[in-house]
């Protein structure tokens, strides 16, 4: 697909302005010598709103348009107590004029004592916070489960009220939300393009997986023979390849476009979330600290340092052919460098 063509198809979806775009997109010298290939980085941790951007922005433009031609009143949204999504919804919600309410799962355990991190920052933006602690012997999703219920509940006693409210999935894992990722690799695409630059790989960290299934979705249409390599920050499993799969697919038709996607469009690494989500990895803190050390940039140790390290053993082990066009994109979160000690692991050694 042509890239106007592309972009005509988005442009005709409603839309609000949230973030600062195009953000930046340039090559990381130092690095690259060191690797052997040319690495860039695309900053989408300065999106914006706040000085505290994020990945989460490009989706909210579009789910907080379908919010509001909705007439919602209350934006209700999921995740943990460190949720950069769930700061990044309050946030645009309230340049919005929109109310939010946040359910979140206190994985850290920490309360509303001393409020760190995003969640000082949801405090202070000011939002109704629900905090669930997880219960002893409860899997990550039972315990999502059970404050979803908590968070129905909520929902239907606001709605009984008589208002209006939308709920934004965790991660703002929603076709309409990945648009904003279709668009974010378009984005990506004009500007290797004025650089004169082939995509070979483009590393990024993934979650709910709404950010994958954009860039997915982008990548088929304008650069299919670019590997993007979708580096897991938690467990996932077949199934949730196959959802973003059937994601992106649902982005598409809701652009009007016929392409699809298929599973050989995808690489979910799977190899470097260990031990948990929101617990730092030894290779994670060292990507970390090897870009802090070698280009002044911060990354995160739950998403990002883990999306990096993985990027890092690609090289290092030979499964990147030096001198490919090799792209980290950075999707936020260094908050949580300022969250509890149990976040940041080794770095504080
Ligand atoms: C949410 C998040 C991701 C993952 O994005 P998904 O769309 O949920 O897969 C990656 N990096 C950071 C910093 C995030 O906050």
Redesign the pocket.
């Known amino acids: 697909m042509l890239y106007q063509e592309l972009i005509k198809k988005i442009e005709a979806k409603p839309r609000v302005n949230l973030g600062f775009y195009p953000t930046p997109f340039y090559k990381l010298e130092r690095l690259s010598k060191q690797l052997g290939v040319n690495l860039y980085i695309k900053r989408d ?1 300065f999106s914006g709103r706040n000085l505290f951007g ?3 922005t490009r ?1 909210l433009e579009f789910l907080l348009a379908d919010a509001l031609e909705k007439q919602a009143e209350y934006v209700f949204t999921y ?1 943990a107590s460190q ?3 769930a700061m ?1 919804t309050v946030a645009c919600c309230n340049s919005l004029g929109l109310k939010s309410v946040l359910f979140l799962l206190d994985l850290v355990r920490a309360g509303m004592k001393e409020p760190k991190a995003n969640l000082l920052l949801d405090k202070i933006l000011g939002t109704e916070i629900n905090l669930v602690p997880p219960l002893e012997g409860e899997s990550l999703f039972e315990a999502e489960e059970r404050y979803m219920v908590l968070a129905n509940k909520r929902l239907a006693e606001l709605e009984a009220e008589g208002h209006r409210c939308y709920s934004v999935p ?4 929603h076709p309409i ?2 648009a904003g ?1 279709v668009n974010g690799f378009a984005e990506l695409y004009a500007q290797a393009q004025a650089m004169n630059l082939k995509l070979d790989y483009v590393f ?11 860039i997915i979705a982008g990548k088929k249409l304008l650069a299919p023979d670019c590997k993007v390599i ?1 580096v897991n ?1 938690a467990d996932h499993n077949e199934k949730d390849l196959e959802a973003v799969v059937a994601m992106a697919n649902k982005t598409l038709a809701w652009l009007e476009i016929e392409e699809r996607v298929t599973l050989e469009d995808c690489c979910m690494e799977n190899n470097y979330w260990q031990p948990g989500y929101e617990q730092p990895s030894k290779a994670g803190n060292a990507a970390v600290r090897l870009l802090a050390s070698q280009e002044g940039l911060i ?2 140790t ?3 340092g883990k ?1 990096l390290s993985g990027l890092l053993d690609y090289v290092r082990s030979g499964k990147i052919a030096p001198g490919s066009n090799v792209v980290f994109w ?5 908050t ?1 460098l300022f969250a509890e000690d149990s976040i940041l692991g080794d770095l504080l050694d």
């Not at 965790?170 to 894992?173: L, R, S, V």
């Not at 950075?330 to 260094?334: K, P």
């Open positions: 941790d994020g990945n989460k989706k995740g949720s950069n999504h990044q965790m991660g703002g894992a939300g990945s990722f990024h960290a993934n979650g709910s997986g709404g950010t994958m299934s954009g979708s920050a990354c995160d739950v998403y990002t999306a950075h999707t936020g979160g260094a949580a």
